[in-house]
């Protein structure tokens, strides 16, 4: 694996007297999908505008080949970049659409009709050169974009939210297309979204960002099956994990988690938590199964969502609402009374007040 | 009970014909307003058009002679005159105005602070009438006196006579013109540039575009329809501008700024010939007219976004 790419160091954002990013640290290897995932306002898209040079740099720096940009023009800065409302020029043709970077550049004429020539040859965008961007789909603008980008032969592409405007199915297929074209050239990308299935699906790595912080990073299957927040919990993966708070107490001599209303959850041998400590539960709804009657715990089915490749059902146990998965056709309905069954091996644990991810023996 | 399958299926008369006023509400609400405009406007061009081709005494009484008034005027060498000092009014008029609501759109456009205040504030001279505006200049400009020529002396430079001289009457005229047109045209283009995405102009900033590229490839490019209602404006108001060259040099010095609308007053209103007069008024409004066209198919038809299928 080659060096860093780019690096953010102890970097920090403020509008006015409010600051947004709060000291990101992160580095970035060569040819490496990385996407940024949170919540909106969670300052992804601004880190994101920092790096493209269009937003200012308050403190810490960005380097990108080795190079600090802070104070490099967005064009010196050797990266291209896909809007969400892909910002084309409206009253300029595909091809002068995608001409003119390299205009401005003053790219001479051969080097940009090749240019222009490849990356329409890659985005099949070479019958649709001569149209406007009013004449095209959703799905050909988001394309023209990309293409866009790709003329400028940038060392790095930055992606702001590019498949919101786009229809589910388009999104799917565009998706697939991105990574796709990802692994032909092996740019390296920085990919913002709000969706944690792009995260999941896109990413070589995945950061979640929540409140102007990174709550964890790393390789997207990692993330999922061991997070190291209970927000990284609840926001990776859908539907949502289950997160439910209870009290440490003993069952004989199994530790059991008291989530009220007489409930007892089954807690993992290996908890250094003592009784009496206030904990978060986390399950994913893959991870709880219907039972025979009364070898779980007691709930009744509140709504069910048959997917066809899954079924996901949603139960009210007690004060507490479960959310499961089945990959399964359950043949339960709404009102039946059923017996949850937790898998205590995959249970992530979190402290109550911190969320911290509680380690277990 | 006896609702059928076959009852829900069709519409009742009454259903259909509430369908049919919906189709046709659009049409019958603009109907007044287009009966007012067709009428005011209409009867006024008609019966200027009818009054040109006719002779009318003293009595209103009317005699028709066909293009005689026409042919008068067009070879009266006072006409010609005012034709030519027109059109270098309104050429320049168009000139300066229109660079100056670019320049004025554009401060607007990107002042952050008292955004509010100031867009109003730009708007006080078009709510000014032409005539207040004039005797304002006036003053503004008067030889002993005037601001321009205090500030001109305080400096030890010579102050000409503004309204006396023929040229810079003509100049303050213009300027005069345009100081009341351009708030307005300035309101044109301000709206036309808020509908241009901000996200162009970041893309445009990483394209590398600089600041004079982005407004000649981007900016002009994109408010160009609203670029052609803002000339079609400015225009308009300088061909028949009047009340503020009446106040302010009432066409002198020596005819200098007899623009064809001073001409026209002279002739229908003080000379009472009113089939030649209405000839100056079909000669602005003929002016008027093709350069209106020639702004709508170049500026507003020939916008290149609205193009379908190629």
């Known amino acids: 694996m080659s060096a860093s790419f780019v690096e953010f160091h102890d970097l920090r954002k403020s509008f006015g007297a409010v600051e947004v990013l709060h000291g990101i640290e992160l580095a970035v290897q060569q040819h490496a999908f990385v996407v940024l995932v949170g919540p909106s306002g969670c300052g992804k898209s601004t880190l994101l505008r920092m790096i493209a040079g269009l937003e200012s740099i308050t403190s810490g720096f960005i380097s990108i080949g080795g190079r600090v940009v802070n104070r490099i023009p967005a064009k010196d800065r050797g990266i291209a970049m896909v809007f969400q409302s892909y910002a084309l020029y409206p009253h300029m043709t595909v091809r002068e659409n995608l001409a003119f970077s390299l205009e401005m550049a003053k790219i001479k004429k051969d080097v940009m009709k090749a240019r222009i020539e490849r990356a329409a040859g890659i985005l099949h965008l070479e019958p649709l050169l001569e149209r406007f961007p009013a004449q095209l789909s959703g799905g050909q603008r988001q394309r023209v974009a990309m293409g866009r980008a790709l003329v400028r032969e940038p060392e790095l592409f930055l992606f702001d939210e590019p498949l919101s405007n786009l229809d589910a199915k388009l999104r799917v297929e565009m998706r697939v297309e991105i990574k796709a074209l990802h692994q032909r050239l092996e740019s390296t990308t920085i990919y913002v979204t709000h969706d944690q299935v792009e995260a999941m699906t896109m990413a070589d790595l995945v950061v979640v960002m929540n409140d102007g912080r990174i709550e964890q990073s790393g390789p997207p299957l990692d993330l999922y099956d061991n997070p190291a927040t209970m927000f990284v919990a609840g926001f990776l993966g859908s539907p949502a994990m289950n997160l439910i708070k209870g009290t440490v107490a003993t069952d004989g001599s199994a530790p059991v988690l008291d989530v009220g209303d007489g409930l007892q959850l089954p807690l993992p041998a290996g908890i250094r938590e003592k009784p009496g400590a206030e904990i978060v539960y986390g399950l994913r709804p893959e991870h709880v199964s219907i039972g025979p009657p009364g070898s779980g715990l007691p709930a009744t089915i509140t709504l069910v969502e048959a997917a066809g490749w899954e079924t996901h059902l949603y139960a009210d146990m007690g004060q507490h609402v479960a959310r499961i998965v089945s990959a399964e056709r359950l043949n339960v309905a709404h009102g039946d009374h059923v017996s949850l069954v937790p898998d205590v091996s995959c249970a992530h644990l979190f402290d109550a007040t911190t969320g911290a991810r509680l380690s277990i023996d | ?310």
């Open chain 2, 1 to 310: 009970m006896s609702t059928t399958r076959h009852d829900l299926d069709v519409l009742t008369a009454g259903e259909r014909a509430s369908e049919f006023v919906k189709l046709l509400a659009p049409y019958i609400l603009v109907i007044p307003g287009l009966a007012f405009v067709l009428g005011v406007l209409g009867y006024a061009v008609v019966g200027g058009v009818g009054l040109s081709l006719n002779e009318t005494d003293m009595f209103l009484n009317q005699t028709f002679v066909g293009l005689k008034n026409y042919v008068s005027i067009f070879e009266d060498p006072r006409f010609q005159s005012s034709l030519w000092k027109t059109i270098v009014f309104v050429v320049s008029s168009i000139a300066l105005g229109i660079v100056m609501s670019m320049v004025f759109a554009l401060t607007l456009y990107h002042v952050g602070f008292g955004r509010r205040f100031f867009r109003g504030l730009s708007l006080v001279p078009y709510f000014v009438s032409g005539i207040a505006a004039a005797v304002m200049f006036r003053f503004i400009f008067t030889t002993s006196g005037g601001f321009v020529n205090y500030i001109l002396e305080s400096f030890g430079l010579p102050a000409p006579s503004w309204l006396g001289d023929p040229i810079l009457a003509f100049i303050v005229a213009v300027l005069a013109n345009c100081w009341f047109m351009v708030p307005f045209a300035t309101l044109i283009l301000l709206g036309g540039l808020q509908t241009i995405d901000r996200d162009i102009y970041e893309a445009a900033k990483l394209d590398g575009a600089t600041g004079l590229k982005t407004f000649f490839r981007i900016t002009l490019p994109l408010i160009k329809p609203m670029m052609g209602v803002s000339l079609i404006w400015v225009s308009y108001i300088s061909f028949s501008t009047f009340d503020i060259i009446l106040a302010l040099t009432a066409g002198g010095p020596l005819r200098a700024t007899e623009l064809i609308s001073v001409y026209m007053y002279e002739i229908a209103f003080l000379q009472l010939d009113f089939g030649q007069g209405s000839v100056l008024m079909v000669v602005l409004l003929t002016f008027n007219t093709v350069l209106s066209l020639v702004y709508l198919k170049f500026f507003v038809l020939n916008d290149r976004r609205y193009k379908t299928a190629t």
